[in-house]
């Protein structure tokens, strides 16, 4: 199974920028749809983005409206969330998800079956 270890959280003021990253290790990152998700206190976990095993295909939560971008660097095991023009309300715990790759991209956390730790992101209006 796939280890997950998300880094590059903290405190930023609105309109500030953030990039996030998750390093996987223990098999074959290829193998792997990657999302992102995050959880504010007191709500549910909600999807953020996703991205297909080759990096080709990318999806993204409607309420991102662009400020997000999803990449992966296959040579060094690592996903990433480039965070950007954040709002207090993006303050959360940002989690990396793995699953199985198959032909189409998933929004669900249920779908997803490795997880990192989190890391927390915190924005200061």
């Not at 095991?77 to 991209?105: F, G, H, I, W």
């Amino acid at each position: 199974q796939v280890q997950l270890v998300e880094s590059g959280g903290g405190l930023v003021q609105a309109g500030g920028s953030v990039r996030l990253s998750c390093a996987a290790s223990g098999h074959t990152f290829t193998n792997y749809e990657m999302g992102w998700f995050r959880q504010a206190p007191g709500k549910e976990r909600e999807f953020v983005a996703a991205i297909s095993w080759g990096g080709s295909a990318t999806k993204y939560a409607d309420s991102m409206n662009g400020r997000f971008t999803i990449s992966r660097d296959n040579a060094k095991n690592t996903l990433y969330l480039q965070m950007n023009s954040l709002k207090p309300e993006d303050t959360a715990v940002y989690y990396c998800a793995a699953r199985s790759r198959t032909y189409q991209l998933h929004e669900k956390a249920i779908e997803y079956n490795y997880w990192g730790q989190g890391t927390q992101v915190t924005v200061s209006s």
